[in-house]
């Protein structure tokens, strides 16, 4: 249950949790009816549900598909207490009760009215009914016993409809309240990972339709901050975070950051590939390391970056720290050559991991002679020696080629200051 449905309950909902109401003692033949149908309660519990979905208008809708699973939860958990306390056994409420509180409040949350509950729980009570009906001729029951059963049902189904309008009332309260706020809840949720129920209710209280694939956006827009009425209400943003967060439906992404380019044409947006919702959050990480990597001069800096297109790179800098110690392991022959030494050397030796050309042909991608290359060839193989037989190292050494050599090129010295310096305290 999200923050927002524990805080909901009022007074008369609290009171209703502290105590189960009496219920009358039911003679042995209907606890032994009841005792034989034990075992299909599960069988029953979702008969009910598919009754309710297909009852009950509108439910039918994918959308809905997750209060039906509260809604089977809810009735199969309360037909096991209503079990066990008929066959005699300590049993606690307050979950049950919860339960259908937390079934009322999304009905609310959903805009539906109170007509949707009541029409669900009569087709509840009908399936069951039908059952014990069924059971009751099979077992010959009397008609006091079933009348007994039948009394049970009704005060349970009372406090369980109790409680789904306590639930129903703090929801169509949540309802109401400011929009934008739960938009910039919902923000945060998609962006921090957080549960789905969450996400689903903080989405229903903004009447944002959640869409199955999002596109997450960071935009590094500096004191040109992107604001929210120019995306309309398609997109998710946040002011006064840097950078600053979009995310829309993948369907809308193009209309979005054509948005972004109109309100702020000096910012830089980061586009991340479509994900899943539940990955919105790793695909905030991707787009934002994507900035880094253009303020690194890894990445060429346009307008828009679309991340895709460097997946590579973002993968391969994923983990700083690792890039750096293993460069200071397995580039150690390069870092003792001169500057200009080291940096024809690492192009060369990164085209031929890259290609396995041959040296004309790696010498034509360079623009330089086949000759030059065949030299370099000859100084690589002097530094690197048989490790550059072991697959395994190749691959390592590829990697952190790719990841390394950009960095280089775009003036970052601190590999080679970091080795001096383990040079001199070595």
């Known amino acids: ?26 003679p042995g033949s209907a606890q032994w009816m009841i005792s034989s149908l034990e075992g299909r309660v599960r069988e029953v519990a979702e008969q009910v549900t598919e009754q309710v979905r297909s009852g009950v208008p509108g439910l039918a809708d994918p959308a809905d598909a997750r209060l039906l699973d509260l809604v089977f939860t809810a009735v199969h958990n309360a037909m096991r207490v209503f079990v066990d306390e008929s066959l005699g056994r300590e049993v606690s409420y307050l979950p049950v009760e919860d339960m259908f509180r937390k079934v009322g409040y999304r009905v609310a949350l959903r805009g539906r009215d109170l007509d949707t509950i009541d029409q669900g729980m009569v087709i509840a009570v009908g399936v069951i009914s039908d059952e014990l009906r069924v059971s009751a001729a099979e077992n010959e029951l009397s008609a006091g016993a079933l009348n007994a059963i039948n009394d049970a049902i009704t005060t349970f189904v009372g406090q369980l409809t109790e409680q789904i309008a306590v639930g129903y009332r703090a929801g169509a ?17 998609l962006l921090a990972g957080t549960d789905e129920d969450e996400v689903e209710t903080q989405a ?3 009447g944002w339709e959640l869409p199955d694939q999002v596109t997450v956006i960071a935009v590094e827009a500096g004191d040109q901050a992107v604001r929210g009425d120019a995306l309309g209400p398609k997109a998710l943003t946040r002011t006064g975070r840097t950078p600053q967060p979009v995310v829309c439906a993948t369907a809308d992404a193009e209309e979005v950051v054509a948005a972004i380019r109109r309100s702020a044409p000096q910012a830089r947006a980061s586009v991340c590939w479509p994900v899943p919702r539940g990955d919105a959050s790793a695909a905030w990480t991707w787009a934002t390391r994507a900035l880094s990597l253009v303020e690194a001069r890894v990445i060429p800096a346009r307008p828009v970056i679309e991340c895709v297109r460097f997946r590579t790179e973002i993968w391969l800098h994923a983990e700083p720290v690792l890039r750096r110690q293993l460069a200071q392991e397995l580039l150690q022959p ?22 396995r050309d041959s040296a004309p042909a790696i010498a034509a991608r360079l623009g330089v002679h086949p000759q030059t290359v065949r030299y370099r060839w000859k100084r690589i193989n002097e530094l690197f020696g048989d490790s550059l037989h072991d697959p395994d190292y190749v ?21 080679f200051r970091r080795f001096r310096e383990q040079e001199e305290t070595g």
């Open 1 to 26: 249950m999200s923050r927002k449905e524990r805080e909901s309950g009022d007074e008369a909902g609290r009171e209703s949790m502290r105590a189960a109401p009496p219920r009358a003692a039911l």
């Open 173 to 189: 309260q949540a309802r109401s309240t400011d929009s934008g706020l739960a938009r910039a809840r919902l923000l945060t949720a």
């Open 204 to 206: 229903a209280i903004a």
């Open 334 to 355: 390069l870092f003792n050559e001169t500057e200009n030494s080291r940096e024809i050397l690492s192009e060369t030796l990164l085209v031929w991991l890259e290609t």
């Open 395 to 415: 691959v390592q050494l590829t990697l952190l080629l790719k990841a390394s050599v950009p960095l280089w090129v775009a003036g970052d010295q601190s590999d």
